[in-house]
């Protein structure tokens, strides 16, 4: 789950100048047997609704369409379970290759993700967190975004690490930058005082916690029969994601513990056959630890997908593979999946050693 709109806006020119200069295509090319992994979470037609502050997770569906195109014509894309295949065999990873994944389980992925995965024939890879789909847990993000979206109080008095501050609500684009501000500091927070902090938010705000059924049409989950059917199709893999999307690395053990083996058992039990792959939730590096990995390997799971930026090579770990956020245009996509920004990045590693080599 990435921080409430993060500046992109670097991000689109270095993209717009290495596909414009050509960079992006020399970089396609280079003899790399390298494979990008692309994160997406939910979809929304046209710009979404004012009923959601967060629309960083809802990705506009004609992006996504246009995405799904480029990368239809122009790589291989193939499913992550193909991939961790090849790993654990030691095989070649196939070049130009590029897998998608979504997180969490919104309902979206079924009714507006799928068509177009179908179109272009394309497999994709469903990270779920079981007790969403189950309704008994909306998502501590959701609850968040929902309490400052709906409250009629205006302002929020919150203590921050600094010091107390009070929030303003008084218009939508302030409870945004409240939102931005309080979702990095409840996920530094151990994850049972983040979770009565959530409470204590929605009793100060004046709003009760949603219901799963209530939640407004976007942060919906998908339905377990609608599971079933994707994963039915031969193009969806459903992977674990936890069961109430807590970061991992703040659990207590024992509570970590459960969220990894009650998401693969409610797999299990809904899907007939026990999941294989795992996302961590937030996926940063602070986000899980060397227990964290010794778990999810006891409870089955054979590969864990992070939120680190990278390609996966010969030498990826297969309980930490590195992902991309996703694409926002197609010369972004291409920018991220050609290699070019690591490309980039090794050109000039070379070309700084060169310069020290000279120097006396």
Not at 225 to 232: C, K, N, S, Y
Not at 351 to 360: E, G, K
């Amino acid at each position: 789950m990435p921080t409430l709109y993060p500046s992109r806006t670097s991000q689109k020119l270095k993209s717009v100048a290495l596909v414009g200069s050509g960079m992006a295509g020399l970089a396609r090319i280079r003899d790399t047997h390298e494979v990008s992994i692309l994160s997406f979470h939910g979809l929304c037609e046209g710009m979404g609704t004012d009923r959601v502050l967060d629309w960083s997770l809802h990705l506009p569906l004609e992006i996504f369409r246009r995405v799904c195109a480029f990368l239809a014509s122009n790589y291989s894309v193939v499913s992550l379970q193909s991939v961790v295949d090849r790993l654990k065999a030691g095989a070649k990873l196939e070049p130009n290759s590029v897998v998608l994944t979504f997180d969490d389980g919104y309902a979206s992925n079924y009714h507006l993700a799928w068509p177009v995965l179908r179109e272009f024939n394309l497999p994709a890879t469903i990270f779920v967190a079981t007790g969403f789909l189950d309704g008994t847990e909306p998502m501590w993000f959701q609850r968040l975004d929902l309490a400052l979206g709906t409250s009629a109080k205006p302002f929020l008095d919150w203590k921050f690490p600094h010091g107390k501050d009070r929030l303003p609500l008084g218009t939508r684009e302030k409870r945004q930058m409240a939102l931005g501000r309080l979702l990095p500091e409840l996920k530094r927070m151990p994850d049972e005082d983040m979770l009565d902090e959530i409470d204590r938010i929605e009793q100060a705000l004046g709003v009760e916690p949603p219901a799963v059924g209530a939640l407004p049409e976007p942060m919906r989950p998908l339905t377990w029969p609608q599971v079933r059917e994707l994963a039915a199709t031969g193009l969806i893999e459903i992977g674990g994601h936890t069961h109430t999307h807590p970061v991992l690395s703040r659990c207590h053990p024992e509570a970590m513990h459960g969220e990894i083996f009650t998401c693969h058992e409610r797999l299990r039990q809904e899907l007939g056959r026990a999941p294989k792959l795992f996302c961590f939730p937030n996926g940063g590096q602070a986000d899980y630890t060397a227990e964290t990995i010794a778990l999810l390997q006891g409870a089955g799971f054979e590969a864990a997908c992070t939120l680190r930026s990278g390609r996966v090579d010969q030498n990826s770990s297969l309980m930490e593979l590195p992902r991309y956020g996703s694409p926002e245009s197609v010369w972004e996509a291409e920018a991220t999946v050609s290699g070019a920004f690591e490309a980039v990045k090794a050109w000039r590693k070379t070309a700084r050693n060169s310069l020290w080599s000279f120097l006396p």
